[in-house]
């Protein structure tokens, strides 16, 4: 079955973290394709400092020319909060009998309880979790009891069911987050070797993340 990997972030930028993460997972789960889908307003955290033109601009700079790598910025035209939920009824619709694996790093896993509709999730898509440096499988509560009934370590489970397993899968642990990167950026450091060259001239161009110079009073 054509398997699909769908991948949401804020990407707010995206970095080697990400595409090293989408890479080894396309390979080792044989997907088809890869779609970065850049999120409009995120549910669950702060508004992205970056703006949606800006964030798309780097996913298309990071991804372009790697095979399998598509882009969908269609969380981006929606109005109001990106559910991922809504964003695979889409793609269900789309691809009736595509196998859709939604890639979320753990700590976006370990909020799954959370996320809008999450049970339906389940229904509409396979989650891969990508193991990330210093977030451990949850064994207990609501989200251990999930990964008893749902986990799975095979991959061809993920290739003949169209959703509804789990699969953990530890990929190159790189330590780099958005956050940090914003913050190395605002005080004055330099991005280069933690994502494409490309998406370091597009943060430079617009200055997204350089703060913005103090106003002097008196
Ligand atoms: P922030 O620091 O702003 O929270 P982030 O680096 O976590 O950002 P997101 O755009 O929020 O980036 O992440 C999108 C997805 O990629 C999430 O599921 C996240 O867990 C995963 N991810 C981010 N960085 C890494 C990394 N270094 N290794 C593996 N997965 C990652």
């Known amino acids: 079955m054509y398997a699909i990997g ?6 707010d930028p995206i970095h080697y973290g990400h595409l090293r993460t989408a890479f ?5 789960l044989r997907l ?26 780097m996913v298309q700079m990071a991804t372009a020319g790697q095979p399998g790598f598509i882009v969908d910025d269609r969380e981006l035209r929606r109005d109001g909060p990106s559910y991922s939920v809504d964003t695979l009824l889409d793609l269900r619709a789309e691809h009736p009998s595509a196998s859709l694996c939604l890639i979320v790093g753990m700590d976006a896993f370990l ?6 509709q999450w049970r339906q999730v389940l229904e509409l898509a396979h989650i ?14 609501p989200l251990g009891e999930l990964l008893i009934d749902r986990g ?30 914003r913050e190395l950026i605002s005080s004055g450091g330099d991005p280069r070797f ?3 060259d490309g998406v370091r001239d597009v943060i430079e161009k617009s ?4 703060r913005p110079k103090e106003t002097l009073t008196n």
């Open 6 to 11: 769908v991948f949401g972030g804020t990407f």
């Open 24 to 28: 080894e997972l396309r390979s080792r």
């Open 32 to 57: 088809g394709e890869v779609r970065f889908l850049p999120c409009g307003l995120p549910p669950h955290r702060e508004a992205p400092v970056a703006d949606a033109e800006q964030r798309l601009a």
């Open 111 to 116: 909020g799954l309880p959370k996320w809008y």
């Open 128 to 141: 891969v979790v990508a193991h990330r440096p210093g977030w451990r499988a949850p064994d207990m509560g």
């Open 152 to 181: 799975t370590g095979t991959v061809s489970d993920l290739h003949e069911a169209r959703a509804g397993s789990i699969y953990i899968h530890a990929v190159t642990q790189l330590e780099i987050s958005s956050t940090a990167v």
């Open 194 to 196: 933690l994502m494409p």
């Open 207 to 210: 200055g997204c993340y350089t």
